[in-house]
């Protein structure tokens, strides 16, 4: 089995649409499951794609592609996966769906901004699933969570052959189905012990996509019961973050983990956790506020002074308030200009 070529398009899409914030979350849109969708075919965004999925009760596949960049994929595509006794043959267990970066689409954004929407849709979500080359296959559940990654080579020609490929990641995809089914079952805590799991069966780069179960997760276990509210607490506040930074928005990633901090049920060194990344994060602010930083990085040493973080965030403080009264060392060396026509001597006024 091999991939080819690294994903260059990653790059590309960071000036495709930077100047345009879309608020909307994306690991928790709504999806409106009365919209009809034709998944006979390949489909081109996510959410059309999960619609399928729940009418149908499908997996969903999930291509990333860079077709007039990446000879592979586009090989593949020409050799079996456009073709459409492959698509007949994979649409009836499967909803497929196809998300490409090609150049080509990145020039035509220039002028359409439907397409530059949908790309910088599309590059959030390979952000999110760590893409680096492409094709990348994904199978996904009907919600959209990752069950395992696919791994193809230039020799399919058939879609038994493909269907092949997947089966040979049998283990990984009933440890999920047995994982994600206990979700549905029992008690709340057995709920929140089955989430946690699945939780552990994920790639850690991945965990963004399992949000809305850490959401659930709060729900289920608003006392604590299972000991793992607190982790949960930061996981949702990681994810939070992790949305505000698709989205160009680094005060709210400080303001979901200086939140996340003021949960009882956090364990000092969680505590600590959640209170040093607010201060990191509002560090990457263009004009950060050095005493609130200070303020949090404080904050996280006292949540629990003797951890084995609690000298190196020590350090930082110390290193910052250097750099924060350093920076008022020079405004106050910096000279005011004069008023036009006063004719004083600039370099003789300061700030007090």
């Not at 492409?134 to 230039?154: A, H, Q, V, W």
């Not at 990457?284 to 190196?312: C, R, T």
């Amino acid at each position: 089995m091999k991939k080819m070529l690294m994903f260059a398009a990653l790059a590309a899409v960071l000036s495709l649409a930077g100047c345009k914030k879309t608020p909307q979350s994306a690991f928790a849109p709504r999806l409106d499951l009365s919209k009809a969708v034709d998944a006979t075919r390949w489909l081109d965004n996510l959410d059309d794609a999960k619609i399928a999925a729940h009418q149908s009760g499908k997996d969903i596949i999930l291509l990333f592609s860079a077709d007039d960049q990446d000879h592979f994929s586009r090989m593949l595509k020409d050799s079996l996966l456009d073709s459409e006794a492959f698509i007949a043959d994979i649409t009836r267990d499967y909803v497929l769906v196809n998300l490409d970066f090609s150049s080509g689409l990145y020039e035509q954004s220039a002028e359409d901004e439907a397409i530059a929407a949908a790309l910088e849709a599309n590059m959030k979500l390979a952000t999110v699933y760590g893409i680096e080359i492409t094709p990348s296959f994904f199978l996904l559940s009907k919600e959209g969570y990752p069950i395992t990654p696919l791994f193809y080579d230039d020799t399919l020609r058939t879609a038994e052959e493909f269907r092949d490929e997947i089966a040979q990641e049998g283990e990984a995809i009933a440890a999920f189905r047995a994982v994600y089914e206990r979700i549905g079952t029992g008690s709340n805590e057995d709920k929140v012990r089955a989430i946690d799991d699945l939780y552990g069966l994920a790639d850690p780069r991945q965990t963004y996509l399992l949000a809305p179960l850490a959401e659930q997760v709060l729900a289920l276990d608003p006392t604590n019961k299972t000991g793992l509210l607190g982790k949960y607490a930061l996981a949702l506040a990681d994810a939070q973050a992790t949305d505000a930074a698709l989205n160009n928005d680094p005060e709210r990633m400080t303001e979901a983990f200086a939140a996340a901090a003021e949960n009882k049920y956090l364990t000092p060194d969680e505590r600590q956790q959640a209170y040093y990344y607010a201060g990191y994060f509002l560090a990457g602010v263009g004009d950060p506020d050095y005493e609130q930083i200070k303020g949090y990085l404080q904050k996280s040493i006292d949540a629990a002074p003797d951890s084995e973080q609690a000298p190196q965030i020590a350090r930082l403080l110390q290193m910052i308030d250097a750099h924060a009264e350093g920076l008022l060392g020079e405004e106050a060396d910096a000279p005011v200009p004069a008023e036009a026509g006063d004719g004083a001597d600039v370099s003789t006024f300061t700030v007090e």
